[in-house]
């Protein structure tokens, strides 16, 4: 049984792929997700109430017939704490945030202290990145039980002949450049710094696509510039993908992100913050600049005009996801780890 707490992000993704697979393997799998949005067609999927006892009386009665219980972000953790002490226990940590998110030191130490009995409680702790293993490590905070499974994406299917239409469809011309920034509009993806940086480009033939919702939704509709088209959340991922250019990342903190991993495989050149996860991910196959820091960002971007340069950014960036984040390795490890866990117990 896997325990996320909503539909949208990385971690939730993660998760449907992983009961995919595993239904593929001859297990049986439900996903239970707090509210009540679709995480996908094809998962079995299972509403989780809002209200705290009866989340609780809901969990317990969905994990009777359980064998492993797989907890994907802190929250989701938080919610099923007492069960991972009781079940064979999988918490994958999707990003550190109780960690890294800026805050007075009590809110900080509050999460230190949440994550350190979150890594107490659950038989094993995956982090999706080796940066963040190393984080646990240096804060004090990992243990034997801790282990690195890197997230991974399905090979997206572009198809040769969908870049005009899909450009027509947002009224983006050929000759301009199309920067794409793939996320959710919060705190952590850095959207309101993406704004910042097409502000900065408003006077070069340069539009930048936002695709995503969230909290900051409101926000970025009241501050988008002539040159940002706000799409709002979007599942035709792969189409935004044909029409881009460009992928903009501006994460303030990130594990590893899928929409990263994803345009990498795409075959689209790349600008990224230079934090933990993204440098993890893109290596030398793309361009990563500090986070936050608006000029070297308009910069990088508009160094990419050079049709070349875009080329060979995005060759180097699908080679290097299709020789480091196979989705077939990601899926064996977690197979791996979840036999582990039978067999130690016995069964």
Known sequence: MHVVQSAAGGGPRCAALLARDARRRGASVVVVVGGEERLAPDVDQVPLPSAPLARTRALRSHLAATDILHVHGTRAA?????????????????GLHPL???????VRAAGWALVRTIVAAADAVVCVSEADAHELARRRLGSPNVRVIQNAVPRPQLRADERATAREELGVAEGCLLVLFLGRLEEAKGPLTALAIARRLESEDVTVAVAGGGELAHELAQLAGPNVLLLGHRSDTERLLAAADVVLNTSRWEGLSLGLLEAMWAGRAIVASDVEGNAEAIGCAGILVPPDELDPFAEAVLSLRDDRKRADLGRAAAARVEERFSIERMMDEHAELYEALLSRSGS
Do not use: I, N, Q
Request: a positive charge.
């Open 78 to 94: 938080t919610w099923a704490l007492p069960f991972l002490r009781t079940k064979r226990s999988v918490a994958t940590l999707h």
């Open 100 to 106: 890294r998110r800026p805050g007075p030191f009590p």
